[in-house]
Structure formats: C-alpha cells, structure tokens
C-alpha cells in the first residue's frame, strides 16, 4: 500500500523547543496539503503546495510555521519555540487534481504534544 | 464564522438499518463535497464525494445527495454495519479557488449497535 505517510507518529516537547514533521504523499500526486485537527473539532487547512510551490497560507500559520516541499516529492512542516496552543494532529493530505474533482487523501497525522 | 455545519454530534443506529449524516453549509461557492470516515488515532479516510453538478451519487452501501438550494448534503449509510461505528466528517471546496482547500464540518460520531 502507498498511501500517504506521516512520521513521527507522536512527538512531545517541552515549549520552546522547536519541531518538525514530515509527509511523503501519493506519488503521483501533485498536490499536498497540510491541516491541523484539535480535539472535537475537524481539520482546519494550514497551508498547500502545488509541485513544490507553495501557493497559500492560512492565517492559522503564525511565523512560528514553515512549511517545505523541496523537488515536489516530500513535505516537512516545523514549528518554532512550540507553545501550549501547538497542540494538535498535524494531518497531511496529498491529491491529483482533476477537472471536476479533487479527492483528498490523508496520511494517519503525527499528534503533537507541548508540554 | 463556520461555514461547513454538522449538527448532529451523534447518532446510534441498530445493525441494518439506515444512517443518515447531514450537513449544511452556507458558502455558495463550495460546488464540491466530500465524506471522510475517521477512526480515533487515525487519519479520515475518504469515503465518497460530489460535485454541485449532480444531486446523489452512490458508491456500494454510501449515497451522498445535494440540494444546492437548501445548502444541504447527507450521506445514507444502507445497511449499517458495526465497522462503520466512527466519525464522520463533511468536507467543502470551491474547485479552482485556492488549491481546492477543504473546508470541515465538526463531525458527527456514529455508533452501530449490534
């Protein structure tokens, strides 16, 4: 199964510390999201990338984020000087975009915990 | 401002009978949705999708159905199977409009009952 990856699975830091995640997507797809999913709530869009531009940011994604895409294929998503409010399920999501349609699908997330 | 609505956050249904997920939204230019099914500790995994140029559309056991006029979707779960106990999110795009970003309902948690 080649379905999207995620690691680390779960990562707990200390706030302060700075974190960084990674995604490998479907590999023929050409566009990769990230979204961040807290407890109760759905997932809410940070950021995409069509190939290895990055085309848009949410307002959710303070100065503190960066997220890359070098070369199209994987995606790494940091956090600087993590606060509290950081924790979340950082979801990963790849896609091939179509006339018509655009199915999402997500990797298992990497659940960050700031201690 | 909570464009994608799920008001229903539970439902319990016996084995073999039918779900019924709804979901409402109030963007006009979402003209593509989606169902995700999500386990705890796992990502949502796609479940079935529509495009405003259609009103139902049927994959196995899900029917999604659309009334663009009332802002409306649901998805019909026929028959339901205790594998399908999880929660479910409704999902919104406008295609072509800022890479396709979906747009998530808060979720509705299902609960087969053998």
């Known amino acids: 199964d080649t379905g999207v990856s995620q690691d680390p699975r779960h990562k707990i830091t200390k706030r302060g510390q700075n974190v960084t995640f990674r995604c490998d997507p479907i590999?023929?797809?050409?566009?990769l999201y990230w979204y961040r999913q807290t407890l109760g709530q759905g997932p809410e869009f940070l950021t995409y990338?069509?190939?290895?531009?990055?085309?848009?940011k949410s307002r959710l994604l303070s100065d503190r984020f960066s997220a890359e895409r070098p070369k199209g294929s994987f995606s790494t998503l940091e956090i600087q000087r993590t606060e509290q409010g950081d924790s979340a399920m950082y979801l990963c999501?790849?896609?091939?975009?179509?006339?018509?349609?655009?199915?999402?699908?997500f990797g298992p997330g990497t659940r960050l915990t700031v201690t | 401002d909570q464009q994608v609505k799920q008001n229903s956050p539970s439902l319990s249904v016996q084995e073999g009978r039918i779900s019924i997920l709804n979901c409402d939204y109030t963007?006009?230019?979402?003209?593509?949705f989606l169902w995700y099914k999500k386990y705890p500790a796992e990502g949502p995994t796609f479940l079935i999708s529509?495009?405003?140029?259609?009103d139902k559309n049927e994959d196995g056991r899900f029917t999604v159905f659309l009334n663009k006029s009332a802002k409306h979707l649901s998805l019909h779960i026929v028959p339901s199977q205790p594998g399908d106990s999880a929660v479910y999110f409704c999902?919104?795009?406008?295609?072509?409009?800022?890479?396709?970003?979906?747009?998530f309902g808060g979720g509705t948690r299902v609960l087969v009952k053998p």
């Open positions: 990338f069509q190939n290895e531009a990055q085309l848009e």
């Open positions: 529509i495009s405003s140029i259609k």
């Open positions: 999902a919104a795009s406008a295609l072509g409009a800022a890479g396709n970003k979906l747009t």
């Open positions: 963007n006009s230019m979402f003209d593509y």
């Open positions: 590999s023929e797809h050409n566009r």
């Open positions: 999501a790849s896609s091939l975009a179509l006339r018509g349609s655009d199915e999402q699908y």
